[in-house]
């Protein structure tokens, strides 16, 4: 199993670009979650879903969107780059909200 | 909602020594306590949980205790290794449906050779 990936690796965007952030999961998980990491900092819930065609807000939605149409999809939404999301952003799954949160490699998101 | 703090923020320890991480959490419904573990320019993983009809788990050198009275848990690592040596995220799920948890903002831990 891949486990969970995300693409791309690295990105540059220039303010009010728009752009999408892919992740998927091969271990039929029904719960996927995106989070920010911003230098030296925590990790800030962004969206989660519960399972296919459910989402809902974290601690940080704004500027953000998601979808969830199938189980292994859940890409995010960048919408009008600011370089406030200036970010590494991690996505990641498990099988309930209540169990082990397997991470993907992150994508590091520079807005200039 | 969900606030979970963390203290300290840095932590220094010599090879050997123990290392104490503690958390408070503000949702007296919260259930589910899980400890991450991030290495320099990696992906956070999972090192230990704990639910809340649990006092104190352990795997290996590392424990957890949990105190729901006071709203808090605690991570120890005995016997520190270099590779130990990481920031350490612990979480809280939320109330009402515990679909996710609420991380803290974490603990640099430097284990000195």
């Known amino acids: 199993n891949a486990g969970v990936t995300q693409t791309p690796k690295f990105r540059i965007l220039k303010i009010g670009q728009s752009m999408t952030l892919q992740c998927t999961q091969d271990m039929n998980h029904n719960y996927m979650y995106w989070y920010r990491q911003d230098p030296g900092m925590g990790l800030k819930l962004i969206y989660y879903?519960?399972?296919?065609?459910?989402?809902d807000k974290g601690e940080v939605p704004n500027g953000y969107n998601v979808s969830r149409s199938t189980t292994e999809d859940f890409p995010l939404r960048l919408e009008l780059a600011a370089p406030s999301q200036t970010s590494v952003y991690f996505c990641?799954?498990?099988?309930?909200?209540?169990?082990?949160?397997?991470f993907g490699p992150g994508t590091r998101l520079t807005v200039l | 909602g969900e606030n979970v703090e963390q203290h300290p923020s840095t932590l220094s320890v010599q090879e050997g020594d123990s290392a104490v991480i503690k958390c408070t959490y503000s949702?007296?419904?919260?259930?589910?306590f899980p400890w991450y573990k991030q290495e320099l320019g990696k992906r956070p993983q999972l090192i230990i949980d704990?639910?809340?009809?649990?006092g104190e788990k352990k795997d290996q050198r590392i424990a957890v205790t949990l105190n729901k009275t006071a709203k808090h848990f605690s991570l120890h690592i005995t016997e520190t290794q270099p590779e130990d040596s990481a920031v350490y995220f612990c979480a809280a799920s939320m109330s009402p449906s515990y679909d996710k948890v609420i991380f803290g903002p974490g603990t640099s831990l430097s284990v000195i050779p």
């Open positions: 990641a799954s498990s099988w309930w909200g209540t169990n082990e949160q397997f």
């Open positions: 949702d007296s419904a919260s259930n589910y």
């Open positions: 879903s519960v399972g296919a065609g459910i989402t």
């Open positions: 704990i639910r809340s009809n649990v």
